[in-house]
């Protein structure tokens, strides 16, 4: 049980990963249209843009400390979730998620300048697939928690039963 409640946590952590990624994403999505804007509001849209486009690539390329998804091999914890370490007792994390990457390849997130018409809404492109892969990787996390908690409950009620 401990085991199992070890690879909840895992996946609580990796799906809030996922959606501190998702927010940063959509804000990055909501303004860069707007950030051709004449004045003031413009100008401070742009430099939120900036800073917002500049801390996810920063984020994505740290060494050392890959986004959820990365693109390398899918390695998580391979839990041990029966009596034995068998074959079927194991659940793999890493196997069961396949996230898909998060780099700055598979993200290209545009760069927006100001006074160039049409350049603010030609990001939205990039930034709708890189919030779909996103998605789909949360739902990906959604599918192995549930899966998760399936094993969790029937060990809690073979238990129960045991105690019988």
């Known amino acids: 049980m401990r085991n199992i409640l070890d690879g909840l946590t895992y996946l609580d952590a990796l799906e809030s990963a996922l959606r501190d990624w998702s927010g940063r994403l959509a804000r990055l999505r909501k303004i860069a249209p707007r950030t051709t804007s004449p004045g003031r509001e413009g100008a401070a ?3 939120e843009f900036d800073a917002l486009s500049g801390e996810v690539h920063r984020l994505l390329t740290r060494a050392g400390h890959p986004a959820p998804g990365d693109g390398r091999p899918n390695t998580g914890p391979v839990l041990v979730v029966g009596g034995d370490s068998s074959p079927a007792n194991r659940f793999d994390l890493g196997r069961e998620l396949t996230l898909e990457p998060l ?3 598979s993200l290209a997130i545009p ?4 006074g160039e018409a049409g350049n603010g ?3 939205s492109g990039p930034l709708d697939k890189a ?12 599918a192995a928690r549930s899966r998760l908690a ?10 129960l039963n045991l105690r019988r």
Do not use: F, K
Request: proline share 6%; charged share 25%.
């Open 150 to 159: 399936r094993i969790e409950s029937h060990l809690a009620q073979s238990a």
């Open 131 to 142: 919030l779909q892969t996103v998605s789909r990787n949360l739902g990906r996390v959604a």
């Open 103 to 105: 780099d700055p390849r």
């Open 121 to 123: 809404a030609d990001a």
């Open 45 to 47: 849209l742009q430099r």
């Open 111 to 114: 760069s927006v300048s100001p």
